[in-house]
């Protein structure tokens, strides 16, 4: 059950708190207020899941705390107390916005259930949530690895998964740290829950507190409303915070805080909020480093490393380039709108295996991408090729002067040449080899004479 954040609302002393202590009692966090006016300025926070509120107050009815407070966009979710029952008061309540209705004497175990209920469909609406980002996501980001060091790795994400452990995933820039995470969280005990990530690195400093934890209304300028933050977002499921290490020393502390005690506190905020959240992080920093150099904390860093993933970089694990190459082309594809299957030829794949790639899956990615737009007839060629992968497989300029695409062509005729001699000069199984059609190779070998 989601521990729920409840106001209880009512001018008498004494129903106002045995019933406060009953929730409390049952798990959920509990403040008070006496009248309706009080209630609104606690309501202002943001903080309230519900509200649990008598109808017939001195100052202000329930009815107009509800009011205003909807007026105000908080979302709090009302239940109502009256002594009054009526069937005009129960339409009135419902009309302005109360999720239900009880008539005084109320018993404190059908608040509970009452509660129980209203806890559960918070928690569908946010298990809803995800499915659908599940249905539209279908797999997108999902492609099978047949490498050995992909293998290890994967051993790693299925025991971690089913845990609730801290994980820590390094490795360089563009090697799938958050495909992973994504896969240790869909994996979990937490999968029907949110999975929200963050890139540390890309949120301004002077914003990262109020986006991690939220902020009540009012509490800065530019504050015009309640906001929940990442952490209230990710309750019941996982944070993934990527870019770790690019968090200053002053949110370092405040999220050791969080991970030791597991609440938030909002930004202008007196109330702190419990929070049931899996951190995961990645980085390809060396955390180590820094924690010698004093640029992050090594209580905080130990509390990270509990269980690591690191994941090796491209050109580390050749075996799986052919699987991405066609997982790419046919996202990429789909992105850019073309309906026909597209294939990739033997020397395009051949030189693609054997480049550097710096900026490792990620810059395959944007390869793919590239040489799809430049393609035709639905086949991509060593010609769609950057010049720094066609280089990369020694293909260098016979003149520093001479253009790309002379140089792309003496490159094609040199690898048709040596596919014909090692067929034993047997032209149509060359061009079977290569993937080319016999009149296209004798077209290219035709244009390289009458140069």
């Known amino acids: 059950m989601k521990t729920l954040n409840v106001l209880v609302i009512d001018d008498e002393l004494a129903l106002r708190h045995i019933l406060a202590k009953a929730i409390e009692k049952s798990g959920h966090v509990v403040d008070t207020a006496g009248s309706g006016t009080e209630a609104l ?14 109808i017939r107050m001195p100052d202000i009815t329930g009815i107009e705390v509800i ?19 009526s069937v005009n008061t129960a339409i009135e309540a419902m009309r302005a916005g109360a999720y239900d209705y ?33 249905v539209m996501a279908t797999n997108e980001n999902q492609c099978r690895m047949v490498s050995d060091a992909m293998a290890r790795t994967d051993r790693l994400v299925k025991k971690v998964a089913v845990t609730d452990s801290t994980v820590i995933i390094t490795g360089e820039s563009g090697t799938g740290k958050g495909v992973t995470a994504r896969s240790i969280h869909e994996n979990s005990l937490r999968a029907n829950a949110p999975f929200i990530p963050v890139n540390c690195g890309a949120i301004p ?21 309640v906001k929940k933050g990442l952490f209230v977002e990710a309750d019941q499921g996982t944070i993934f915070l990527d870019e770790i290490g690019e968090l200053p020393l002053n949110l370092q502390v405040k999220l050791l805080h969080v991970i030791e005690d597991g609440s938030v506190r909002a930004v202008g ?11 995961i992080a990645a980085t390809n920093r060396d955390l180590e480093t820094m924690v010698a150099e004093g640029t992050f904390r090594e209580d905080l860093y130990f509390r990270l490393n509990i269980f690591n993933i690191e994941i090796p970089p491209l050109r580390e694990r050749l075996a799986d380039i052919p699987l991405l190459t066609e997982f790419f082309i046919k996202r990429e594809s789909k992105k850019l709108g073309l309906g026909e299957q597209i294939e990739i030829e033997p020397e395009a794949l051949e030189l693609l295996k054997s480049y550097g790639y710096q900026g490792n899956v990620r ?4 390869i793919i991408a590239r040489s799809l737009i430049l393609s035709e007839d639905n086949l991509i060629r060593v010609t769609d090729l950057p010049t720094q992968v066609i ?10 002067e001479m253009l790309l695409r002379d140089q792309v062509r ?3 005729i040199r690898v048709i040449k040596q596919a014909i001699d090692e067929a034993g000069g047997d032209r149509r199984a060359a061009a079977n080899k290569l993937g080319l059609g016999l009149s296209s190779l004798y077209r290219k070998l035709e244009g390289a004479e009458e140069q």
């Open 67 to 85: 009011t205003r407070a909807r007026e105000k966009g908080i979302e709090t979710c009302f239940l109502m107390m009256t002594a009054f029952a």
């Open 410 to 412: 003496q490159f094609e």
């Open 269 to 279: 905020s007196e109330q702190a909020k419990k929070v049931d959240v899996r951190i």
């Open 205 to 225: 400093e002077n914003l990262l507190e109020s986006e991690f934890f939220g902020h009540a209304k009012g509490a800065f300028t530019g504050a015009h409303k």
């Open 102 to 134: 009880m008539v005084k004497p109320v018993r404190n175990d059908d608040v509970i259930n009452r509660l129980s209920q209203i806890s559960d469909i918070l928690e569908l609406r946010s298990e809803n949530k995800v499915l659908r980002n599940l």
């Open 41 to 54: 300025e606690k309501l202002t926070s943001g903080e309230f899941d519900v509200a649990v509120s008598d």
């Open 391 to 400: 280089k990369s497989g020694g293909a260098a300029p016979i003149n520093g």
């Open 363 to 366: 810059e395959l990615e944007n």
